[in-house]
């Protein structure tokens, strides 16, 4: 349901940008968020958009990192600047997709991408 992509290998100070895209039976998607995890860490809100576009940005990532999405195309994208090497984790989209409107939203995940940073 929620595909993310476009983690990789980075030099501290470098950028990536992460992509989820969902698919299958969509009715509409409310909150869409980017989590990550880290090794012996638990699994922490980096940021989150809602459908209006109102973004919350974790305070470690603020001003470093952008939230956006395209409704039209069920995507969330999370742009990530100047990256610091704690910044290294396993990243997540979640989205919260209602499939039909009669229908309560539902969490989804993705299976996460793999962000490393070196010194």
């Known amino acids: 349901q929620l595909q993310a992509s476009g983690g990789g290998l980075v030099q501290a100070g470098g950028s990536l940008r992460l992509s989820c895209a969902a698919s299958g039976s969509i009715f509409r998607i409310d909150d869409m968020g980017w989590y990550r995890q880290a090794p012996g860490n638990q699994r922490e809100l980096v940021a989150k958009?809602?459908?209006?576009?109102?973004?919350y940005y974790a305070d470690s990532v603020k001003g470093r990192f952008t939230i956006s999405r395209d409704n039209a195309k069920n995507t969330v994208n999370l742009q990530m600047n100047s990256l610091k090497l704690e910044d290294a984790a396993v990243y997540y989209c979640?989205?919260?997709?209602?499939?039909?409107?009669?229908?309560?939203?539902?969490?989804?995940w993705g299976k996460g991408t793999l962000v490393t940073v070196s010194s």
């Open positions: 979640k989205a919260d997709i209602r499939s039909d409107k009669w229908e309560y939203g539902k969490d989804y």
């Open positions: 958009i809602t459908r209006m576009d109102t973004t």
